[in-house]
């Protein structure tokens, strides 16, 4: 391995969290951009070549090493270290509308998924999952929440673009089916 | 979609978000009695779907009561409207469904989302990262109050005493309570006095092993019947007293 890929090691292998490529890049100025990324391929290489426990993760906003998949059970079972805990359905649902629709004020978040979200947006806040990002300009100024880095991290993702755009999805709302959609008014106001 | 019975499951294990019934509201419901009933989510029979609603939440015994019944109200609502005459070949008539399958179809859209979270999520519940937390190094002022827990104290204690080579130990001399010694104390004070405070059945300068057998003795002729102990609000003292049942025995 060339030294940058081993100080790129060192540094993955002390952080806690991904570290983003900026951060990378900082621990050796006289290195490029180019020549950091290049060095990171090599050390994703490295792992997977040679066989290593480990792999070299691009997620959360930045790099990271992590256990592979397969030894998971094992781990868990010997109490090594402990899985996060699955999120309820509910959890999901009101993930996925704040990733999509960020910043979003609760009464929305409610209009969509059809029930009260309170204390699910306390749960994934203490979970970090979500923020409060800022108050709507609405009456009550309302308070408006965004997905967290840790959020990325906790499904894997690189960054919030990632996931598919709304119109990628297989029920893409414009253009759908034959019916009159859109046009009507709120019925309930 | 997420399988029914995998919801179940992730209900039962989560503990994070407790769900009582199956459905995550009421939209989840009535997306999965579409499905159930094979009908066109455009061309939705009202009539049918609402009766169903109807009788899922009263067999279900849903506890977000009120969003099921908020739907089921539009539900009904709906069907009213769709029973309303309208002319031949009018332009301007709304479905009154509209509203409802956009809904449905945003909710059917987020759902897909929920999928693809589950299983990014789920995959990535399979690899660990480091978890070294760094110690945050915090400078008190010098007045703070001391706040630390009973664990940082007994490590504080340890660390003192793994310093020194040779500790100085203590050399404990066990010493037998004499309960029966002290009730004849206790007997021969109230044989004097009808009251008593716990003060005046132990000395100044009791040690340890005389505190503690008079209050054994205390609570074994309490339980016997020979006194009532009192305390009238907290930490006052304890009077004692003789029971005046036995003394008219």
Redesign the interface.
């Known amino acids: 391995m060339t030294p940058l890929a081993k100080l790129l090691e060192a540094a993955l292998f002390a952080a806690p969290r991904p570290i983003p490529l900026e951060s990378l890049a900082s621990l050796d100025t006289e290195s490029s951009p180019a020549a950091v990324s290049a060095a990171l391929d090599e050390l994703r290489e490295h792992y997977d070549v040679d066989g290593h426990g480990v792999e070299l993760v691009e997620q959360g906003g930045g790099w990271q090493i992590l256990t592979r998949a397969e030894y998971a059970e094992a781990i868990e079972r010997a109490q090594v270290a402990v899985r996060p805990q699955r999120l309820s359905p509910a959890a999901l649902e009101t993930l996925a509308i704040i990733a999509y629709r960020q910043p979003i004020g609760r009464a929305e978040i409610e209009e969509i998924r059809g029930v009260a979200v309170g204390s699910v947006l306390k749960s994934l806040h203490e979970r970090g999952l979500l923020d409060i990002v800022g108050r709507s300009e609405s009456i009550g100024r309302p308070l408006l929440y965004g997905t967290t880095p840790q959020f990325l991290e906790q499904f894997g993702l690189r960054h919030l673009e990632e996931l598919p755009r709304a119109d990628e999805l297989a029920i893409a709302l414009r253009g759908a089916g034959t019916a009159v959609i859109g046009s009507a008014a709120d019925d309930d106001a | 979609m997420?399988a029914p019975s995998f919801?179940v499951n992730?209900?039962e294990?989560?503990?994070?978000?407790v769900?009582l019934s199956h459905f995550?509201?009421?939209?989840?419901l009535l997306l999965s009695l579409i499905r159930d009933e094979q009908v066109d989510?455009?061309?939705i029979p009202i009539a049918r779907i609402a009766e169903q609603f109807l009788a899922r939440i009263s067999t279900l015994g849903l506890d977000?009561a009120a969003?099921y019944l908020e739907?089921a109200a539009?539900l009904l609502r709906i069907k009213a409207q769709m029973l309303l005459p309208r002319a031949d070949g009018e332009e301007s008539w709304?479905?009154?469904?509209?509203?409802l399958?956009?809904?449905l179809?945003?909710?059917?859209?987020?759902?897909?989302?929920?999928d693809?979270?589950?299983h990014?999520?789920?995959?990535?519940?399979?690899?660990?990262?480091?978890?070294?937390?760094?110690q945050a190094v915090d400078i008190m002022p010098a007045n703070a109050p001391l706040s630390l827990s009973l664990g940082e104290l007994l490590a504080a204690v340890d660390r003192v005493l793994r310093t020194t080579k040779e500790p100085t130990l203590h050399e404990v001399v066990p010493r037998s309570l004499d309960v029966a010694g002290a009730m004849g104390t206790i007997r021969a004070v109230l044989a004097m006095r009808r009251n008593a405070r716990w003060t005046d059945l132990i000395g100044n300068d009791a040690e340890p092993w005389q505190i503690l057998s008079v209050l054994l003795a205390l609570l074994e002729m309490a339980k016997l019947g020979e006194l009532r102990i009192a305390q009238h609000q907290p930490f006052a003292s304890v009077e004692i007293m003789r029971d005046a049942i036995s003394e008219a025995a």
Do not use: C
Not at chain 2, 13 to 17: E, H, I, L, Y
Not at chain 2, 24 to 28: I, K, M, R, S
Not at chain 2, 105 to 114: A, C, I, N, P
């Open positions: 997420i919801r992730d209900a294990n989560s503990g994070f978000v769900e995550t509201g009421p939209l989840d989510i455009y061309d977000e969003d739907m539009r709304e479905d009154p469904r509209a509203e399958v956009r809904r179809l945003e909710y059917q859209q987020m759902r897909e989302v929920v693809l979270l589950e990014r999520g789920e995959s990535r519940r399979h690899q660990f990262g480091r978890r070294w937390v760094p």
